[in-house]
């Protein structure tokens, strides 16, 4: 990528196996046990982010697709490997960088099946490393490879029939060999914020090359105001603030905003961003509606494809 060209990019997912372990339709993104992933509805999404000029689409691939590698992790109905690649060819004939993702988080690493009940073993590693191997090489190379890592906690977790969290050294140790993992193949680890540590132990342990996307779901404020308005909860300023915070700290971002909670997010956020982090630190934004990719969800998939391509053009001043 050019030094001053930024990616304008969207979250989309072929899997949401990454919330719940269980099939119970009371729960937010239940387990499913088959593919729930529609085409048209994919494809209508690539058209609009192309016609809207966006040029960034993560893809969250889960147990979406049936690895040669390691084919037990496949839910019904998953992509073949082949499958997936005509997607990607698609997606880039319309002029937009795949980004692949799997969540390494044990909060989102349901996707994994068994392997997610093996997590800092040598067989969890050798999985691992088998998984993003496959990607890379399905991906052609990418130049970012996103690992999630994010929300690792008891607390995300306690509806879970089964939960893990590390800790301490082996938080860091199975990180790090991630990372390693993605750059023997030639791509740019990208992980969601750490919140839970301190500036001091995040400077002394993650490498500066490790791409960063903190996260804001809310109201902000323009690039002038230095008091976000609506007040924010004491949370959500700790999400707001770690954007200067990171960028004190000299590492890339790409900050993430939704449509899920308010649509005037990425409007305000992009702004807001652009005053804290300086150019060359700033490498684009991304936007996460945070539902699946079928026909219930298609306006707000659209929506959010419309509401960046805004934010982008505000950016840029047109």
């Not at 209508?44 to 893809?59: H, K, P, Q, S």
């Not at 002038?224 to 007040?231: A, K, T």
């Not at 900050?255 to 060359?280: A, F, K, Y």
């Amino acid at each position: 990528m050019e030094n001053n060209k930024k990616y304008w990019g969207m979250l989309l997912h072929l899997s949401m196996n990454m919330w719940n372990d269980k099939e119970d339709p009371n729960q937010y993104c239940p387990y499913e046990s088959k593919l729930s992933w529609h085409k048209p509805t994919w494809r209508a999404t690539v058209d609009y982010m192309a016609e809207c000029g966006l040029n960034m689409l993560v893809i969250d691939l889960g147990d979406a697709v049936k690895y040669e590698s390691h084919p037990e992790i496949a839910i019904e109905g998953a992509l073949t490997v082949s499958e997936l690649r005509e997607e990607l060819t698609y997606i880039r004939t319309k002029g937009i960088v795949p980004v692949p993702k799997l969540n390494f988080s044990t909060a989102h690493d349901i996707w994994l099946g068994i392997y997610s009940r093996m997590v800092s073993t040598p067989k969890y590693y050798e999985v691992c490393r088998d998984l993003i191997n496959e990607v890379c090489e399905i991906f052609d190379k990418p130049e970012y490879f996103h690992l999630g890592w994010d929300e690792e906690t008891a607390g995300h977790q306690k509806t879970y029939e089964y939960a893990v969290m590390r800790g301490g050294k082996l938080w860091w140790n199975d990180l790090k060999f991630l990372c390693d993992c993605v750059r023997e193949n030639g791509a740019r680890p990208w992980i969601w914020s750490i919140y839970r540590k301190s500036m001091e132990e995040i400077l002394k342990e993650l490498p500066k090359d490790v791409m960063i996307s903190s996260w804001f779901y809310a109201r902000t404020a323009s690039a002038i105001q230095e008091i976000p308005d609506p007040p924010l909860e004491d949370w959500e300023k700790i999400h707001l603030d770690n954007f200067e915070e990171l960028e004190k700290a000299g590492y890339d971002q790409i900050p993430c905003g939704s449509n899920w909670q308010t649509h005037v997010n990425m409007e305000q956020l992009v702004p807001w961003c652009e005053r804290v982090i300086s150019e060359d630190k700033l490498k684009g934004f991304l936007m996460a509606p945070w539902c699946p990719t079928n026909e219930r969800y298609k306006y707000r998939l659209l929506d959010g494809v419309h509401l960046t391509a805004w934010a982008k053009k505000d950016y840029e001043g047109k």
